[in-house]
């Protein structure tokens, strides 16, 4: 612990940097409650999302199962093979009150039938109707992943500005308050002194002054 010198100099210092931990202390509480909001609205729209993506892959599960009964797997793996195709996804680095946190960004996944590398006269509608609810379910991954990251990195910085926040509130200020306390009761002893030895002193003057 830094030991505190008893000098006014000192006990000036003291209080400033008291007064910037205790400035550092509201903005990270304040911080943190922004990011408390922004993370319960995050985990609305990861929950409803998490919701709609059951709904949507037991859809798409009962599309192809409709196609398959249809068309036959055979047919199902040559439209397949038609359709597959490359889908270049990029990460853009985004900022939320200073947390960052990767943004998936990708080109449009649900195509018009006739963008699906098959003929739509060769296969029936069923084919078109799996085909496009697997298109939705794989943009609706896309787009959860990038707000679960973020919930996950927002939950993240919430941790570490509360250590931050318990680090200055309960070690670092009281600590500076006691150094504060014991500087300005080693001043208060000092000028208690120093009021003691004037008053001698002028009580020994006035006693020469008498002695003559």
């Known amino acids: 612990m830094e030991y505190p010198s008893p000098t006014r100099m000192h006990l000036l210092f003291l209080k ?3 007064e910037e931990a205790r400035r550092g202390l ?5 911080k943190r409650e922004a990011l408390v909001r922004e993370f319960f609205m995050v985990m609305e729209s990861v929950v409803a999302a998490r919701g709609l993506l059951i709904r949507e892959a037991a859809e798409a599960r009962r599309a192809l199962a409709t196609a398959l009964a249809l068309e036959g797997k055979a ?11 490359d889908l270049p996804v990029e990460l853009i680095e985004r900022n939320v009150w200073g947390v960052k946190f990767p943004e998936i960004a990708y080109p449009i996944v649900v195509r018009p039938v006739e963008g699906r590398g098959y003929a739509p006269a060769s296969h029936s509608p069923s084919v078109d109707a799996a085909a496009l609810r ?3 379910l794989l943009d ?6 990038s707000r679960e990251t973020r919930l996950k990195r927002i939950g993240a910085e919430i941790k570490r500005t ?18 504060i306390r014991r500087v300005r009761s080693a001043l208060e002893e000092r ?15 006035e006693k020469r002054v008498r002695e003559g």
């Open 134 to 136: 697997y298109e939705e």
């Open 191 to 205: 000028e208690r002194e120093d009021l003691f030895r004037m008053k001698r002193f002028k009580e020994r003057a």
């Open 26 to 30: 509201d903005l990270l509480r304040s």
């Open 16 to 18: 400033g940097r008291e």
């Open 75 to 85: 047919s199902i793996a040559a439209a397949s093979f038609a359709a597959k195709r």
């Open 162 to 179: 509360t250590r931050r926040i318990n680090a200055l509130g309960e070690l670092r200020l009281p600590q500076l308050r006691r150094m």
């Open 140 to 145: 609706l991954i896309l787009r959860m992943l």
